[in-house]
Nanobody, 123 residues
Framework: QVQLVESGGGLVQAGGSLRLSCAAS????????MGWFRQAPGKERELVAA????????AYADSVKGRFTISRDNAKNAVHLQMNSLKPEDTAVYYC????????????????WGQGTQVTVSS
């Protein structure tokens, strides 16, 4: 089992940047695919970006391609989401998620979730 703690959310103006981080517990972090999801008020949770266990495969929502970058540091049990050129529609609670096993980053069922971090983009 893995426990996840997100950080780095906040309030930013449109066009600005934020870097989200997710710290994972456990000694087998490099056997988990990792994902970032988000949920805006009144909307369903959606995938933002995902990365497989060794970082060799990534996936992005069309709405964030070219603006967001997911990365991981297996030595530090961490996954990051660099968000640039933020838009008001990026406002949401962002969740880090993990799924045991290597293979592709998406689609797959993510079983472990953090508590989320709020990202608010003002216009």
């Amino acid at each position: 089992q893995v426990q996840l703690v997100e950080s780095g959310g906040g309030l930013v103006q449109a066009g600005g940047s934020l870097r989200l981080s997710c710290a994972a517990s456990g000694r087998t972090f490099n056997t988990y695919a990792m994902g970032w999801f988000r949920q805006a008020p009144g909307k369903e949770r959606e995938l933002v970006a995902a990365i497989n266990c060794n970082g060799g495969n990534t996936a992005y929502a069309d709405s964030v391609k070219g603006r967001f970058t997911i990365s991981r540091d297996n030595a530090k049990n961490a996954v990051h989401l660099q968000m640039n050129s933020l838009k008001p529609e990026d406002t949401a609670v962002y969740y880090c998620a993990a799924d045991y096993g290597c293979g592709r980053s998406w689609p797959r069922q993510y079983d472990y979730w953090g508590q989320g971090t709020q990202v608010t983009v003002s216009s």
